[in-house]
């Protein structure tokens, strides 16, 4: 919405809107002649990452991001898991094995949307450098994850066994963070892409153009490696 200099408002959804409701955006914004509103409308989550899109584009047309100006902070509080429309059932947000919130726990089996999970990110001017998750260490309350990830008993067990198994034994508390190194030195470096800092940096066909690869393979090798290929 377009709020002009002779007080009007005007905006590509007028016939959706009427002048008072157009009014209200305007008063809700506090705009004034010269501003212009912009409005994404949607799923939650898509919209957000529209929005944050967005953001990043407006910051650079008008000059508000410095490249030689650092700004980090720890992202918290993400989601446990996430609904997918196509499969109907909840994935993991970070992975299987990320333990929520101790405080949380209680509503995977009432709102399981609900639960934070116990997750960080740093970033640095808007752009992750790195991840990372304190790891679910109890047999029960891992079993309670898969089943809300949609495994049975019997598929749960099948595919992670050995992890169930060996929290019988007693895994402590663990957790970690990994970091992109090689996005960190294009923040640093005041660079667009982690292509120009990468050591061998693929193509847009995913070849490595400076070591030939992929390259054919030699048969002796596939033998070796009791690899048989079918062409």
Known sequence: MRHNEDGSLKS??????????????????????????????????????????????????????????????????????EWDEETERYHAMHHPFTSPKPEDIAMLD?????????????????????????????????????????????????????????????????GGIAFGFDRLCSIFAGLDSIRDVIAFPKNNSGRDVMIDSPSTIDEKQLKELKIKTDL
């Open 12 to 81: 590509s959804v007028d016939k959706f809107y009427n002048e008072e409701e157009l009014k209200r955006w305007s008063e809700t914004c506090q705009t004034e002649p010269g501003d212009l509103v912009l409005v994404m409308a949607g799923g939650k989550d898509k919209v957000r990452k529209q929005l944050s899109e967005l953001r990043l584009e407006m910051g650079t047309r008008l000059g508000l991001r410095n490249k030689d100006s650092f700004a980090a902070l720890w992202v918290l509080d993400f989601p446990l898991l």
């Open 110 to 174: 009432t709102n399981p949307g609900e639960v934070r999970a116990n997750a960080y990110d740093m970033v640095v001017n808007g752009t992750e450098i790195g991840g990372g998750s304190i790891r679910i260490h109890d047999r029960t309350l891992q079993a309670l994850m898969f089943k809300h990830l949609g495994f049975s008993a019997e598929e749960a067990q099948k595919q992670f066994g050995f992890l169930m198994d060996a929290f019988e034994f007693g895994a402590p508390p663990h």
